[in-house]
């Protein structure tokens, strides 16, 4: 590997955090609460160095935070990531029990959005014909 290639894998907490959408804060608490699958390298100074397959396992971890996976269950995530092979089917169940929970959240979503939709389809009808006044106006009498 030549400086360059190093340069390029060796990037600042900073760095990490613009490549993320992670703050400075949050890096530190993944790190602190054991998300990362090795260990943060730190310069002579102390200051952490991430390589780019750090920032790789952040942006899949940002992913499983952002579709709502407990921050209990990617804790074991990566720590069975860490341990290396011989447990990909167990990774396999907890990713697969986080995807059909997304895919319910999903589903009930998908029920919201049309909801939605046929109200904005009647306030549109009303107030195209004029007839908006008192829609669903709860101080009108009966």
Known sequence: MTSVDAAVQSLSIG??????????????????EGLLVGPVRRTSGGRRRYSSADVEWLLICVKLRESGMPLADLKHFAEL???????????????????????????????CRSVIAWKVGVYADHL????????????AGS
């Open 15 to 32: 760095e990490v955090a613009e490549r993320t959408g992670l703050s400075v804060h949050a890096l530190r608490f993944y790190e602190r």
């Open 128 to 139: 195209a014909r004029g007839e908006a006044d008192g829609l669903w106006d709860p101080t």
């Open 81 to 111: 990531v860490r341990r290396g092979p011989g447990n990909e089917a167990e990774r396999l169940r907890l990713l697969d029990v986080h995807r059909q929970r997304v895919d319910a959240q999903i589903r009930a979503l998908e029920e």
